[in-house]
């Protein structure tokens, strides 16, 4: 029969046994080698633990708790000696961790200019309170040109040369059918935008056959040109910037009475009609003003073609050229560049976000 | 329209600025686009005197000459031209300078003796045609100033883009109508002396008849005899080249200066070539070949205008007079017209023939016909000073359609509510006075207003309003925000610019690339792809072969953009266009169907050429992949994939549809044309419909469910199946056995064994019951219920 104090002597001892053993460890099995041996079923604690029953009832409280004691260093002991094998072994492995190497990026798309263009205006307008429309881009004789007071003959139809598919089909030269055929199926009020593209036949360095537009509008009772000023001063300043200045010239569509033509000053030489190195501004051609869309008040023409009552309502209208716009807005010189969709122009415009 | 500042200024005494003039002018409507001086190529010349003249020793036809240019010594000369003689003043081209045609003088030696520049004649000089003489100045001019000073040629010319509306505004006089209103200036007619001679009246002697009242309200005609053809006088023919027209003779130099002066079109026939003494206005008939100015014959139809003789026709009425009564060098005897034409029937001739001329352009837009007399006697009267002829008493005319002055109802409330001003009664009937206008007594808030004959723009109120706002200046006018204002009840909101936007950021969202293509491609590119021509939709008058007709499907537009890129060394290409698709569809309003659809195009290395990805070219699961991704999103749906044999382009081609609507296909483009666009890998290809994509958009609507509460058991299942069995095929079994606990049946692997008898494909089920856990032996026995069938019906086993 073992005594206490030995008992306490070989607990004792344990542990710096267990100390020295782990010492000399130095891989993970090592040291669950030595944990068997000593903290296992059948281990060295458990041998000396079997004795108590043994012991002197008096003795008995003392010697359970030093072996519990004993237990727990041995254990903290154990998960000490993993921690630092883990940690040497986890930098082992990682050896080639470099966070300067490329990541496994996604592919990164795009949307083209006139399509972001297209968007940051359509927002503007919805922010104002105008509905998106939108309609067909084979257009009827009626609709792109004789409702909008362009009968057969006049000679304002020379001002866009047409793209026919039939005597009466045309490509829309504008977004002004959209005009038309929105009032026909709604009734006043109303606002709208219609953004889509349009057609003409003409193809230069200044022209493509294709090209988009934006058309707005808005009939009501009491309409004035203060609002379309507004609307469109308010709209240049969000889409180009705060400081813009935008200026109206009379001028003549068949479909607004009066008519303007809208510019806004220079957005490459602030108006100033020189570039900061004293040379000339090629993008107003020294005026200081780019003209970026024409506009007017519906003439009461096309508000008796769709059966409003031209005393009783009034409107404005307005059509500007979507790539006009973003040649301004990102800088871009050739207009044709827009279609030849080349990626290293298309990869300048991923940039998520507007302005 | 170009308008010269010296011209314009003997109608109104207009001394400002000139850029201050275009500003002005381009604030009402009348823009500036560029101004010019047309004579500054002319800048380098100066006047010489010729001192001395002597034969050139070596050569017979040329003389030595001694000139003065103002210098300290004199310039000698070689000089050709016969006229050249002692005394005179010429224009001189100095060593270095270029002259029009860009030849640049330099001292040479001409056969052996010294030249120190150039007498130039007013051929070189762009001033004249005539070639063999030099041109020779009035004696008052220094040696050495400037020979466009000289000449009165420091001319300012402002190029206005008139807008078709303002006819009255294609004329110098009309422009000065516009600066006196816009400056308060007086207005200078033009002055008129006419000296009729004779005893006959001319109208006895020349009878007008007009066939056609709506086509000719108003032809009057003159004659001016004893007229010598010759070159105008300095000062017409200056103009005219300032204003942009040749000089011809001094009898069509005057129709054309009355023309751009008073803005009414005039012609000069000669009257020996007239038979008869009858001048008809009448229509052609259908087969008519006439031959105008131009020398080139036409064939008419019975809608065209003709100015007749007693015999034949002489003139296509307001478009262009007839070769055979061309004034020539020998003509005395002109008859000048100046007639009114009916717009649209000028137009539609000038259209149909493509002969557009400045007299064609003025008529189309209408001139002033109660302005036509002053026009026709200012011109007899100018005719016979230049051309030394006699006008003769009277006038031939006939007026079936007399001008009825216009009478427009002008409200002040309502101009000033349109243009959000408040501008008195005063300020408006001034406005009108100035532009010609007679202001009514006051009726209510406003007055009746007589327009000028000459604005023909000025038929309603609103144009009166117009006129309101732009002499004040639109852009002086109040701005503010409008007050949106909608119907309650609105109607059914058009959402396809919406849905495109969306499938546009889940595109570039997923990488790729917006490309936007032309909507017109050429026949031959959809033959080359093996479309079918019926519903294709021509383009009538297109502007190339290339863009004849509209997109059948998107495809030519990608490959377009694909060769492009090609071309300029962009090899890897993952591009997305969203557009319409145009097919013919008689039961259309527009007789054609515009289908708005997606296509993706992927080409090259499946991902970023870059460390840590591996090389490998995209493949059909790339593009498939996409597809699938996006009915994910936009229909929470997997779709239905088919093969499809017979796609004119694609092979192999899967077709796609979804809720049993066809979607479109995707699939490879076919070799023989992918080699086309220079194409050496694989291109992936896939057009689907986004309008039934929509309406199953539309249609989906997320409906919560109950999260489940009890665990998953899965299950691997494999299966060893012969290669040809589609994969779609097991697919269909397992779900069609309706085992209420499988909650998902998904591949994990396909093995293909060495010897490609046959594959193995691992399915991975997932069973879960809603309301407890599941038992071991439940899930077995669905399990082999599955297997069982799936062995039934197909020729599959079980390894």
């Known amino acids: ?355 | 329209m170009l308008l010269s500042l010296s011209w314009l200024r003997e109608f109104v005494p207009y001394d400002g600025q000139v850029d201050e003039l275009a500003h002005r002018l381009t604030m009402v409507g009348l823009e500036v686009e560029e101004i010019v001086r047309p004579f500054s190529h002319l800048s380098s010349l100066v006047v010489g005197r010729v001192m001395e003249k002597k034969p050139h020793p070596e050569a017979d036809n040329l003389s030595l000459c001694t000139v003065d240019v103002g210098g300290s010594e004199c310039l000698s000369i070689v000089c050709g031209a016969p006229n050249v003689a002692r005394g005179q003043h010429v224009a001189v081209a100095l060593e270095g300078a270029e002259l029009p045609g860009g030849q640049v003088i330099r001292r040479t030696r001409i056969r052996g003796e010294d030249s120190q520049g150039m007498i130039c004649s007013e051929a070189e000089l762009e001033l004249g045609q005539d070639a063999a003489w030099i041109m020779v100045l009035e004696n008052d001019s220094e040696p050495g100033a400037s020979l466009i000073r000289a000449l009165n040629l420091e001319e300012y010319v402002l190029n206005i883009g008139v807008t078709p509306n303002r006819p009255d505004c294609l004329s110098v006089f009309g422009l000065a109508r516009e600066v006196s209103a816009i400056f308060g200036l007086p207005l200078q007619k033009p002055s008129l002396n006419l000296q009729e001679d004779g005893f006959t009246d001319f109208s006895s002697e020349v009878q007008v008849v007009i066939d056609d009242p709506a086509g000719c309200p108003l032809y009057q005609a003159r004659l001016i005899s004893g007229c010598t053809v010759k070159p105008s006088p300095g000062w017409m023919r200056y103009r005219l080249l300032a204003a942009g027209v040749r000089p011809i003779n001094n009898i069509v130099d005057v129709t054309n200066y009355i023309m751009l002066e008073l803005g009414h079109p005039l012609h000069a026939f000669d009257r020996r070539l007239l038979e008869g003494a009858k001048i008809r206005v009448a229509r052609a008939e259908e087969g008519y070949r006439f031959t105008p100015l131009d020398n080139q014959e036409r064939g008419l139809n019975a809608r065209d205008l003709l100015i007749w003789d007693e015999n034949k026709p002489i003139a296509l009425a307001g478009v262009m007079g007839g070769a055979n009564t061309e004034i020539n060098n020998e003509s005395t005897e002109v008859l000048l017209e100046c007639a009114v034409f009916d717009p649209l029937s000028i137009r539609q001739t000038a259209r149909r023939l493509g002969l557009h001329s400045e007299s064609s352009f003025r008529f189309e837009r209408g001139v002033d016909q109660l302005g036509a007399p002053f026009s026709l006697d200012r011109a007899a009267q100018l005719m016979g000073e230049l051309g030394s002829g006699r006008v003769a008493r009277g006038v031939a005319r006939s007026e079936p359609r007399p001008y009825s002055p216009v009478q427009v109802m002008f409200r002040r409330s309502r101009a000033n509510s349109l243009l959000a001003l408040d501008v008195d009664r005063e300020y408006c009937s001034r406005l009108f006075s100035s532009l010609g206008c007679q202001v009514g007594e006051e009726e209510g808030d406003g007055f009746k207003v007589t327009v000028p004959s000459y604005r023909p723009d000025l038929s309603r109120e609103v144009d009166l309003i117009e006129e309101i706002g732009r002499i004040y200046g639109l852009d002086r006018t109040p701005e503010h925000l409008p007050r949106v204002q909608k119907s309650l009840h609105q109607e059914e909101q058009n959402q396809e610019y919406e849905f495109c936007s969306r499938i546009k950021a889940w595109a570039a969202g997923l990488g790729l690339q917006e490309v936007i293509n032309y909507s017109f491609v050429g026949m031959a590119d959809l033959d080359l792809l093996g479309l079918p021509q019926e519903g294709r939709v021509r383009v009538f008058n297109p502007l190339s072969e290339d863009q004849d007709v509209m997109r059948l499907h998107l495809i030519p537009g990608l490959l377009y953009a694909l060769r492009q890129n090609l071309g300029k060394g962009n090899t890897r290409l993952r591009l997305f266009e969203t557009a319409r698709s145009f097919k013919e569809d008689k039961n259309l309003e527009t007789g054609v169907r515009e289908n708005n659809r997606l296509a993706l195009l992927l080409y090259g290395s499946r991902y970023r050429m870059h460390w840590p990805y591996t090389e490998a070219d995209a493949d059909f699961y790339d593009l498939k992949g996409l597809v699938e991704h996006l009915l994910q999103v936009f229909a929470d749906d997997p779709g239905k994939f088919a093969e499809h044999n017979e796609h004119p382009y694609l092979n192999p081609c899967a077709s796609c549809s979804i809720q049993g609507r066809h979607l479109g296909f995707l699939g490879r483009v076919r070799r023989e044309i992918a080699v086309t666009c220079k194409a050496r890998k694989d291109i992936w290809f896939a057009d689907l419909d986004l309008d039934a994509l929509h309406v199953v958009f539309s249609s989906v609507q997320p409906r919560f469910q109950p999260l489940p509460r009890y665990p998953v058991v899965k299950r691997d299942m494999t299966l060893a199946a012969p290669l040809n069995l589609g994969y779609a095929s097991v697919l269909e079994i397992v779900h069609s056995a309706r085992v209420p606990i499988l909650e998902d049946a998904a591949l994990v692997d396909i093995y293909y064994p060495q010897d490609r008898q046959e594959k193995k494909l691992t399915l991975r089920l997932t069973y879960r019951h809603p309301e407890r856990t599941l038992q071991d032996r439940e899930v077995d026995a669905e399990q082999q219920r599955l297997a069982d069938l799936l062995q039934k019906k197909l020729p599959v086993g079980f390894p």
């Not at chain 1, 968007?119 to 004789?146: A, S």
């Not at chain 1, 570039?275 to 869309?293: F, I, P, Q, S």
Request: aromatic share 8%; hydrophobic share 35%.
């Open chain 1, 1 to 355: 029969m073992s005594s206490a104090q030995e008992i306490n002597a070989s607990l004792k001892s344990l542990i710096q046994e267990f100390e020295e053993i782990l010492d000399q460890a130095s891989s993970l099995q090592e040291v669950e080698e030595a944990r068997v041996a000593f903290l296992g079923r059948k281990g060295r604690l458990a041998g000396i633990m079997s004795k108590l029953p043994g012991l002197d009832p008096h003795d008995r409280p003392q010697a359970g708790r030093t072996a519990n004691q004993v237990k727990s260093e041995l254990n903290r002991l154990l998960e000490d000696k993993k921690k630092v094998l883990e940690t040497k072994s986890r930098s082992v492995q990682d050896t080639g961790f470099d966070p300067s190497l490329p990541g496994r990026i996604p592919d990164v798309g795009s949307l083209h200019p006139v399509t972001r263009v297209v968007q940051d205006i359509c927002n503007i307008f919805v922010g104002l309170g105008f509905d998106i429309v939108t309609g067909p881009e084979v257009e009827t004789d009626f609709y792109n040109f004789e409702a909008l007071n362009l009968p057969p003959g006049h000679p304002a139809r020379d001002m866009q040369d047409t793209l026919y598919i039939t005597e009466s089909l045309v490509l829309r030269t504008h977004t002004s059918p959209l005009q038309i055929r929105t009032m026909e199926k709604r009734s006043p009020p109303l606002a709208a935008i219609a953004p889509g593209k349009v057609y003409r036949r003409d193809s230069d360095l200044t022209h493509t056959p294709m090209f988009h537009q934006i058309e707005g509008f808005l009939v009501d009772t009491r309409v004035s040109m203060a609002d379309l000023r507004g609307t469109l001063t308010a709209f240049a300043q969000r889409i180009f910037d705060p400081g813009v200045k935008i200026r109206f010239r009379p001028s003549f569509f068949p479909f607004t009475e009066p008519s303007a033509e809208v510019d806004i000053s220079c957005v490459m030489c602030q108006g100033r009609g020189r570039v900061h190195d004293g040379t000339a501004c090629r993008v107003c051609k020294e005026t200081g003003w780019v003209e970026v869309l024409g506009c007017g008040m519906i003439d009461p023409e096309v508000f008796l073609q769709v059966g409003y009552d031209p005393e009783e309502y009034t409107g404005f209208a307005f059509g500007l050229g979507v790539e006009r716009v973003a040649m301004l807005k990102y800088g871009i010189n050739d207009l044709r560049m827009f279609f030849e969709n080349d990626l290293k122009f298309l990869n300048q415009f991923i940039q998520a976000g507007h302005r």
